[in-house]
């Protein structure tokens, strides 16, 4: 990731941030976690002995969504999970951050490590379950690494482990790592990759909730989603969502990517306005103009620049502007963006992260790949962009998991918001953005000239 400044620096994002307030990169240990108030939350939960279901009333009341895609509201997938159950049940958090344009979950992880801890202990003290696994993606090696010794900390201070700080709540927490496999962000890809099995999706129902690790009861939640349940119980659910917006409770990480001038993480009130995010990533790339923008990771619908500048970052006013929040990678593209090049390289991503075992998707991605890399290369036909969107519409919906959708929203969304520019590719096989150098001289003029 390249940034022009620190990540999460407080000039970053403002002085409503919560996940990473006060976070300099130097000071992750257990000492500087509990200076800014870290464990205050789960010390406070086991001091007052705070029912269960007092905890998810509070998540339910704070409109924590979801971080890590889906969007679903966190205190309501708790209550999944049945309290009457007499066996073991887990806590797992989803770290295996592999959405192209998404670089939060891996900052949280190195820079408050200690706050995914805490959040997870709560979530397991919560939904009754006592032990927990953080699923780190394993091309962070490092970090991982980190985390292996902030768990450490953490047990050699009393949080985790049995009876913790004296009470009759027992949570162990472990580490693990994938190995790159986009499937395995997927949850129960996730599950069967823990259970030291080919990582695929399996058929739901039955649910996590109901059958999850090693077929027991099971949550599973995003790093960002964890690290902001401290907070929630220390402040109260209803400040939270007063962060936010009805619906859209808290503060948001956006990563901030493409053609921008300070590319890195912002940490912002969900419905902050686009524009307020894009200034303070330091705008388009000096000289450009927006073009487009993908607003929550490169399985989400791409956006036209006239349309995402008057939308609001939070869940419900971008699917209103026709797109999904996703994870909050926001991918900026500027007038020196080919958007058939763009389309192919995100069509050969999901062409080669298919894990291959529904046939719509397995089948499906490398056609769309292949059509999409024949416009681009000057021998696409005018029938290609209509076999584009049926493939995509037949693929769509008709996979055990959202990959299948994955590919298909953005072939969909490319396509129907620049039709012009793929039929100038396969009329005069060529861009119609004018190169040189690697930017557009005049896509404008190009344009025009060609129609």
Known sequence: MNTAHP????????????????IDGMNWRLKDYESRGGYAALRKILAERIPPDAIIAEVKKSALRGRGGAGFPTGLKWSFMPRSFPGQKYMVCNSDE??????????????????????????GYA?????????????IWDIYEQFEGAIAE????????????????????????????????????????????????????PFPASYGLYGKPTTINNTETFAAVPWIVAHGGERFLELGRPNNGGTKIFSVSGNVERPGNYEVRLGTPFATLLEMAGGVTKGRRLKAVIPGGSSMPVLPADVMMKTDMDYDSIAKAGSMLGSGAVIVMDDSTC????????????????????????????????MVHRIETGRGRPEDLDALTSIADNIQGHTICALGDAAALPVKSFISHFRDEFL????????????????????????????
């Open 127 to 139: 939904t009754g379950a006592s032990v927990g696994y953080n699923y780190v993606h394993g091309e």
């Open 154 to 205: 953490a047990r050699a201070a009393g949080y985790l482990g049995p009876s913790i700080l004296g009470s009759d709540f027992s949570f162990e927490l472990h580490a693990f790592h994938g190995w790159g496999a986009y499937i395995c962000g997927e949850e129960t890809a996730l599950l069967e990759s823990l259970e030291g099995k080919r990582g695929q999706p399996r058929f739901k129902p």
């Open 7 to 22: 990540p999460f620096s407080p000039d970053a994002f403002g002085p409503d941030a919560m996940i990473m307030k006060g």
């Open 424 to 451: 100038h590719h396969i009329e005069h096989k060529r861009c119609a953005v004018s190169v040189a150098g690697g930017y557009a001289t005049n896509p404008g003029a190009t344009l025009r000239a060609a129609a």
């Open 98 to 123: 592999g959405e192209p344009g998404t670089f939060k979950d891996r900052d949280i992880l190195r820079y408050n490590p200690h706050s995914v801890i805490e959040g997870m202990i709560i979530g």
């Open 339 to 370: 958007m058939v090049k763009a389309l192919e390289r995100l069509a050969y991503f999901y062409y080669e992260e298919s894990c291959g075992q529904c046939t719509p998707c397995r089948e499906g991605t490398g056609w769309l790949y292949r």
